[in-house]
């Protein structure tokens, strides 16, 4: 009866385990959606209203993208870590 | 078109060795496309406390800097081929250089210090592309082995691998570009005024909250440019493994088709846009930050 318990309750901080890890990346990919939607929608219109200035900004546009693509990335790793440690 | 294709086709070399990885351990059948991400130990070299030992990621840091090495001589050396081959690899090449000068290089580094760094971050550029892109194709080095039918030779299986999908080898680039930004700064503005340069303009009675801030905010950027590359090839490959292992996981063939259109998907992503702009992102960033170090007024 004990060992049914202690497994129930490893069973369930796993569980938990995985909710966390869930919830975090998905938190942090809402975050990075609204981000990236940003830069993209800012992206279209500064080429709506100059379009010569077009490849100047495509740099930026990346650098930003891949700045704010990669919060999600910190948030994984996290809660892999979390994950593997606790 | 039909190279990208082709390269999504050979996605199904990588099946065996997801095969092997959902072995059955300990009696309980069981997936770890983790088990992807062991580098091993293939030639053991110990020096006292150092481990130099050649394992897999190793093996692909090798390979890509001799890749890289010959793209390089491949585009804008080389006169082999058919009257007009040698110019457009030429052209091509000219089209990496000037993506390098204007979009990297320029943006980054103040004018007089371009002709010194432009070598370091075009060629962080390329070899983490090619590091990159070497890792989506399915290569014969592999830590499982399987035996050919009929005879005794063990052959290791194709699988996908990303050497930057180690956090040391991503974090090693990085503390390259960490030495560097440090080193620049310090020879052209002298210890004092680069050091102060690192606080901006605030009260005085800021400093204690500002001070110690900065000096963290000059050791998260290494964390940030490591990890950043690290986390973005190591979570691109678990997922396309992960998709393709459902196969395994679930034990059932039906499901293939669709799996392996959705890993595909995410393939084409990954080698369309992630691994330019990952090789593009970490060079930018080191030129900005080498180049902030140098003129740190702009």
Do not use: C
Request: charged share 10%.
């Amino acid at each position: 009866m004990f060992n049914l318990l202690a497994q129930e309750a490893a069973s369930n901080v796993d569980a938990g385990k995985a909710i966390a890890l869930a919830l975090g990346i998905g938190l942090g990919s809402l975050g990075a959606g609204i981000g990236i939607g940003n830069i993209f929608g800012s992206m279209i219109q500064a080429v709506a209203r100059q379009p010569e200035l077009r490849g100047e900004l495509q740099g930026i546009q990346w650098l930003g993208f891949a700045l704010t693509e990669a919060v999600v990335f910190y948030g994984l790793i996290g809660g892999l870590l979390a994950f593997v440690l606790v | 078109m039909k190279r990208l294709s082709a390269l999504a086709l050979t996605l199904w070399l990588a099946l065996p060795s997801l095969a092997l990885a959902s072995t059955t351990e300990g009696g309980e059948e069981e997936f770890n496309p983790e088990h992807d991400f062991e580098i091993g130990e293939w030639v053991p070299i110990k020096l006292g406390p150092l481990d130099l030992s050649i394992n897999k990621a190793v093996a692909y840091l090798i390979l890509g800097s001799l890749l890289t090495m010959g793209l390089g001589i491949l585009l804008m050396r080389v006169k082999v081929g058919s009257k007009n081959e040698p110019a457009r690899r030429q052209a091509v090449g000219e089209m990496v250089y000037e993506v390098a000068q204007t979009q990297v290089a320029e943006q980054g580094l103040p004018h007089k210090a371009i002709g010194r760094w432009f070598p370091y971050v075009a060629t962080l550029m390329l070899f983490i592309w090619v590091v990159n892109i070497i890792s989506f194709i399915p290569l014969p080095l592999s830590n499982e082995k399987f035996t050919l039918p009929g005879t005794e030779v063990e052959l290791p299986t194709f699988a996908l691998y990303a050497a930057t999908s180690s956090i040391s080898v991503t974090l090693a680039l990085a503390l390259m570009t960490f030495v560097f930004t440090h080193f620049e700064g310090l020879r052209h503005n002298g210890p004092v005024k680069y050091f102060k340069s690192w606080i901006p303009d605030v009260p005085k009675a800021m400093y204690p909250l500002i001070v110690p801030l900065e000096i963290l905010g000059q050791f998260m950027r290494l964390v940030s440019l490591s990890v950043r590359l690290y986390a973005n090839m190591l979570a691109g490959h678990m997922l396309i493994l992960t998709f393709i292992g459902l196969i395994f996981v679930l034990g059932n063939l039906y499901i293939a088709p669709f799996v392996i259109g959705a890993a595909t998907l995410f393939y084409l992503f990954e080698v369309v846009i992630v691994v330019s702009i990952q090789a593009f992102i970490f060079a930018a960033l080191s030129a900005i930050y080498i180049g902030s170090a140098i003129e740190p007024e702009h």
